[in-house]
């Protein structure tokens, strides 16, 4: 089977010098979803934005297979090609659905506005199949119509999941997808989430300080710290016999529940 | 069987745990463990408690890693170290070669035992109806209440949910089989049941490795013992 998405030594620095993160390579497959956790400040974001096409390493490459024609050098596409990955083959879930969304934006527009994006141009398809995601995220018919701005936050978030998966992408990149929800609404966007990614079959990297989502969502886990990574394995090897000293302390920091 | 077909080859197999938050402190467990397990065969592990049994079958499941030798997996005809390949192939070898019922029911929550078990079942290949068929057939074999079936094993008794965990185990035909306490915690008609089960998966030819300290039982699928103890590692 091809990689889908291959990191080569991957690093990034901020200007000044501040290190965000340094020398990650992986190679994620189709329907294979890596997690990757670490504390505040451990480089995971700055991880995401390189591997996600938002921030250009300054070390590195990293490559995808574009329209399934073999690995392309994300950063050597052209502005148009690369928007275009991002609105068909790539999905991003931001931890603030505000910036995932158009806030001025019906719910139903949200996520038609990715099926026009790629040219779709019928209005009655776009509608219903804009129905048909937002009812599988269990958004009910009767808010459609209805601005984000109006829906709390657990809904606002699986709007914005509706709206990625609507034009079928095969790769979706998440960065504390359950952050600032309720535990109740976490575990419900958990179980929708899983549900979809084994359903659709789309590999996915998730970006979390919460062992719990990657226990659940995430095959493969990366631990990092101070821009390193220091252990990757199967996500259940490494919470269970983890190696390094980090990632047992990581480990053993958590309240069994 | 006219030959033994070896499935399963465990060379030189050393674990110790690190105790880094502790000063580094070494728990060694075993050291040195070799063995082969071949088609249709059942070997149990022994030794008191502490003596590794669970870390060992753990570790032939990826789940721990070893830190020193090999553990060869017959997998689609290729022999593969489950210890030292890439996720990718321990996953897959997780998806098609090797099953496991382990003695904690850890599972995804708040999915119903039915959906459980053929999801098991769907992973393999098989379509959503006759997984759902199958997976009844064996709830029903292993007696556990239709009332139950639609419910998350979380408030499950732990007959019941060791029930759930055999189920999710035998619902589809791994060639290699590892059995945690297959049969504690459950009574003795559902004990007979899980016998039976496990009987025939043998007779499918299943290489299966297990932990059952339920001596009687064990004496009903064992081919042979082997002894953990033995390799306990020094200190």
Known sequence: MKALLEAESVGHSYPGGQLGCEDVSFRLYPGEVLG????????????????????????????????????????????PERRLLMRTDWGIVRQNPRDGLRMNVSAGGNVGERLMAVGARNYGNIRNEALDWLTRVEIPSSRVDDLPRTFSGG????????????????LIFMDEPTGGLDVSVQARLLDLLRGLVRDLGVAAVVVTHDLAVV??????????????????????????????????LLVSSVLQA | MTQKSLMLQVRNLRKTFTLHGRGGVQLPVFN?????????????????????????????????????????????????????VE??????????????????????????????????????????????EV?????????????????????????????????????????????????????????????????????RGAAIIAICHDETARDRFADRLFDVSQFKAAA
Request: charged share 20%; aromatic share 4%.
């Open chain 1, 36 to 79: 990757v956790v670490g504390e505040s400040g451990s480089g995971k974001s700055t991880l995401l934005g390189c591997l996600s096409g938002m921030l250009e390493p300054s070390n590195g490459i990293v490559r995808f297979d574009v329209g399934g024609q073999g690995l392309r050098d994300v950063f050597s596409l052209s502005e």
């Open chain 1, 155 to 170: 809904m606002q978030q699986r709007v914005q999941i509706a709206r990625i998966l609507v034009s079928k992408p095969r």
């Open chain 1, 215 to 248: 226990r659940l969502l995430s095959d493969r886990l990366m631990v990092m710290r101070q821009g390193r990574v220091v252990e990757t394995g199967l996500t259940d090897q490494v919470l269970d016999d983890p190696q390094h000293p980090y990632s047992q």
């Open chain 2, 32 to 84: 040195d463990i070799s063995f082969e397990v071949s088609a249709g065969e059942c070997v149990a592990l022994i030794g008191s408690s502490g003596s590794g049994k669970s870390t060992l079958l753990r570790s032939l499941y990826a789940n721990y890693l070893p830190s020193a030798g090999e553990i060869l997996v017959k997998h689609h005809g290729e022999w593969v170290d489950i210890a030292s």
């Open chain 2, 87 to 132: 996720a990718r192939t321990k996953l897959e070898i997780r998806r098609e070669t090797i099953g496991y019922v382990s003695q904690f029911l850890r599972v995804i929550p708040r999915i119903s035992s039915i959906d459980l078990i053929s999801e098991v079942a769907i992973s393999g290949g098989m379509s959503s109806e006759i997984a759902i």
């Open chain 2, 135 to 203: 997976s009844s057939a064996l709830l029903r074999r292993l007696n556990l209440p239709e009332h139950l079936w639609n419910v998350p094993p979380a408030t499950f008794s732990g007959g019941e949910q060791q029930r759930v965990n055999i189920a999710m185990g035998l619902v589809r035909p791994y060639p290699i089989l590892l059995l945690d306490e297959p049969t504690a915690s459950l009574d003795a008609s559902n004990r007979e049941s899980a016998i039976e089960l496990i009987l025939e998966a043998k007779s």
